[in-house]
T-cell receptor, first 116, second 111 residues
Framework: DTGVSQNPRHKITKRGQNVTFRCDPISEHNRLYWYRQTLGQGPEFLTYFQNEAQLEKSRLLSDRFSAERPKGSFSTLEIQRTEQGDSAMYLC??????????????FGPGTRLLVL | TQLLEQSPQFLSIQEGENLTVYCNSSSVFSSLQWYRQEPGEGPVLLVT?????EVKKLKRLTFQFGDARKDSSLHITAAQPGDTGLYLCAGRSYNTDKLIFGTGTRLQVFP
């Protein structure tokens, strides 16, 4: 498998619960990104990693959100004390360092979160 | 705040028609990517353009990056029902790796 994978694909939770999503990037891609997409909108940047270092975080990422990439491979995004406004599609993307299209980001299928 | 505005927002056309989608910004981007997204799925990359004035063709799709690297267009010739989907442009600035996405154009092609 050469694509970005995300698990789970769907998550339904009750308000106040914690949820964790996982992203496995394309092998050897050293950059990994998280975006959030609400219905009818384009994705919005949340955060990104180069290897295990978290290099940039959006103001959208409140203190209830935390992302990790402990070994520079897969990443997890945790949302604590979920709110109904967190309902969205959470997208992961990865990109490589070298090559003419090093800037190109490849997206996974997303995790759709519904907070009841 | 960087913004990428796409137009039109919605487009419904008959099979065989031509169409153009525009992506405009007041900001300069180091590169711009076009994606197509189907319901419930992640965006799928169509093309990356990196040079001002660049034109790339992908079968019936033609992409152009503006000379000033602030805008882009996607032209589809002889649209087919399989072209139906949400088209997103996304720009990358020089000082960051994050993508700024456009507002999206939802295309419906009827047989």
């Amino acid at each position: 498998d050469t694509g970005v994978s995300q698990n789970p694909r769907h998550k339904i939770t009750k308000r106040g619960q914690n949820v964790t999503f996982r992203c496995d990037p394309i092998s050897e891609h050293n950059r990994l990104y998280w975006y959030r997409q609400t219905l009818g909108q384009g994705p919005e940047f949340l955060t990104y990693f180069q290897n295990e270092a978290q290099l940039e975080k959006s103001r959208l990422l409140s203190d209830r959100f935390s992302a990790e990439r402990p070994k520079g491979s897969f990443s997890t995004l945790e949302i604590q004390r979920t709110e109904q406004g967190d309902s969205a599609m959470y997208l992961c993307a990865s990109s490589g360092v070298r090559g003419p299209f090093q800037e190109t980001q490849y997206f996974g299928p997303g995790t759709r979160l519904l907070v009841l | 705040t960087q913004l990428l505005e796409q137009s039109p927002q919605f487009l419904s056309i008959q099979e065989g028609e031509n169409l153009t989608v525009y992506c405009n910004s007041s900001s300069v981007f180091s590169s711009l990517q076009w994606y197509r997204q189907e319901p419930g799925e992640g965006p799928v990359l169509l093309v990356t353009v990196v040079t001002g004035g660049e034109v790339k063709k992908l079968k019936r799709l033609t992409f152009q990056f503006g000379d000033a690297r602030k805008d882009s267009s996607l032209h589809i010739t002889a649209a087919q029902p399989g072209d139906t989907g949400l088209y997103l442009c996304a720009g990358r600035s020089y000082n960051t790796d994050k993508l700024i996405f456009g507002t999206g154009t939802r295309l419906q092609v009827f047989p």
